[in-house]
């Protein structure tokens, strides 16, 4: 007669109560401690939607993360869940052993079911059973009142999946009920009202992440108020706003003014914002060193993308102490062609300690910039990634580049752009002349250090609208393939 063992016993006595849902549900106040995790998972990954709902309605944990366990939506199971969260609210006490303070809807990675896999298997030892597996904090005021913490990421858009608008629909009637949280949210082109509507229910004081796209600096005017609410913000991405070009007199001049100066006092509350990033925000040009001196700590990460910057804007960089300590610079789409770039050489003097990734693709910057930033850029240490994408440089300075770069022991992807000699008179890339020189640059490279992933592009083909890559194998466009 073969002998169990453990693990392998838990697994069977967990098959044998899913295949009988009537005595799984019957048993659960008597299942062992170290098995209802396990159970759950296996009920969640069956859908087993009755069985589902019974044990959040009797969950022993302080979280329940089940978020982690939905690699995509399902309307059925996140239905089951959260009619299990009803039937606790409905209860006037909550079982003896339950001591529930959170339901995590997020999908992301939970050191909860790490902690009880290795339970399940034998491996977990009794000290980490003794852990508090959860990473959501309940704010004390709440606990006080004792309501069930149910955090969320959301995503508002025009096309919201039936999955989200069932929990936007059931969060709404339930807002007295239960602290509603949501960490990370993205509104994309949503009417104003409704927007302001879930910022109501989802308070924004808890929002960490926040993505706003919307169509111009007016509507952006109405989130005045939950802004200034989003205390524990750290990541802010605006995108697409488009200025308004159809001003009546001087009075729509004025409120748009009005409007943003009233958006940039903002940043002045953002007490945690390290990441910002805003693309094709126009309204912002000759403004950006309003927002810079309002940030209230030092941003680890800038993205400013297909936007038409000033001189002044420029000028910004070198003087604002809250990029001086940036790990993080991206430019893509910037024209700097004709601007004068010596205050990015001083933002790079201050930065060469720190800066880790720089993007200055599309900035179609030319031979004489690219002489005026490399006396600071090659002094850049802790450079991983560095972009040059669609700028406009010949061969000499491409090469004086590569020969000085012996510093960046660190780099990991590096990307620049096909020397101005690959063209023709027609402005048409020579297949030949492009995979010479590139390979000429590679070599250059090569007797300083050893590139990791390096790469040389030309611009985009203007009938294909691909670009030639030459890196370890040569690309060309589809005009030539």
Not at 15 to 34: G, K, N, T
Not at 156 to 166: G, M, V
Not at 376 to 395: A, G, V
């Amino acid at each position: 007669m073969s002998v169990q063992t453990p693990s392998t016993l838990q697994k069977l006595a967990l098959q044998a109560l899913l295949r009988d849902e009537a005595l799984a549900m019957s048993s659960l106040v008597e299942v062992p401690f170290l098995l209802f995790p396990a159970l759950f998972k296996e009920a969640f990954a069956g859908r087993v939607k009755k069985l589902i709902k019974a044990m959040v309605a009797t969950w022993t944990f302080p979280c329940l993360p089940v978020g982690a366990l939905m690699k995509s939506p399902n309307l059925e199971t996140l239905q089951a869940v959260l009619d299990g969260i009803d039937m606790r609210l409905t209860r006037e006490s909550h079982p003896s052993r339950g001591k529930f303070q959170v339901l995590d809807l997020r999908n992301v990675h939970h050191t909860f079911w790490d902690i009880w896999a290795g339970a399940e298997d034998g491996s977990c030892s009794s000290e980490s059973l003794d852990e508090k597996p959860t990473v959501v904090k309940v704010c004390r005021r709440y606990a006080r009142r004792r309501q069930l913490k149910v955090v969320a990421d959301l995503c508002l858009s025009p096309h919201h999946d039936e999955t989200q608008a069932y929990f936007l629909k059931w969060a709404q009637q339930r807002k007295d009920s239960l602290h509603l949280c949501c960490i990370n949210m993205k509104i994309w082109a949503m009417p104003v009202d409704f927007v302001l509507d879930i910022l109501n229910v989802f308070h924004p004081e808890h929002i960490e992440k926040f993505k706003l796209n919307t169509e111009n600096v007016f509507n952006l005017a109405r989130f005045a108020p939950c802004f200034w609410q989003m205390r524990n913000l750290h990541k802010l991405l605006l995108a697409r706003f488009c200025k308004n070009n159809f001003k009546i007199a001087n009075r729509t001049g004025y409120r748009e003014d009005k409007c943003v100066k009233e958006f940039i006092s903002i940043f002045s509350k953002f007490n945690c914002l390290q990441h910002l990033s805003m693309c094709g925000v126009h309204f912002l040009t000759d403004h950006t060193n309003q927002v810079f001196r309002c940030l209230m700590i030092p941003l680890e990460s800038l993205s400013i993308t297909h936007y038409q910057i000033s001189q002044s804007d420029l000028d910004s960089f070198s003087c604002c102490q809250s990029l001086f300590q940036l790990k993080h610079l991206e430019m893509k789409g910037v024209v700097l062609q004709v601007l004068d770039v010596r205050p990015l050489r001083g933002f790079l003097e201050k930065v060469v300690k720190t800066l880790e990734t720089l993007n200055l693709q599309g900035c179609r910057m030319k031979d004489s910039q690219l002489n005026v930033l490399l006396p600071s850029l090659i002094q850049c240490s802790q450079l991983t990634k560095i972009n040059f994408y669609s700028n406009d440089f010949f061969m000499p300075i491409l090469k004086n580049l590569l020969q000085h770069t012996a510093i960046w022991s660190k780099m990991n992807v590096e990307q620049y752009p096909a020397p101005l000699e690959c063209y023709d008179e027609c402005a048409q890339v020579s297949v030949e002349r492009f995979a010479q020189l590139c390979q000429d640059l590679m070599d250059t490279l090569r007797a300083i250090r050893q590139p990791k992933s390096l790469s040389f592009a030309t611009r985009e083909c203007h009938k294909c609208g691909e670009c030639c890559v030459y890196g370890k194998r040569a690309r060309l466009c589809f005009c030539w393939r």
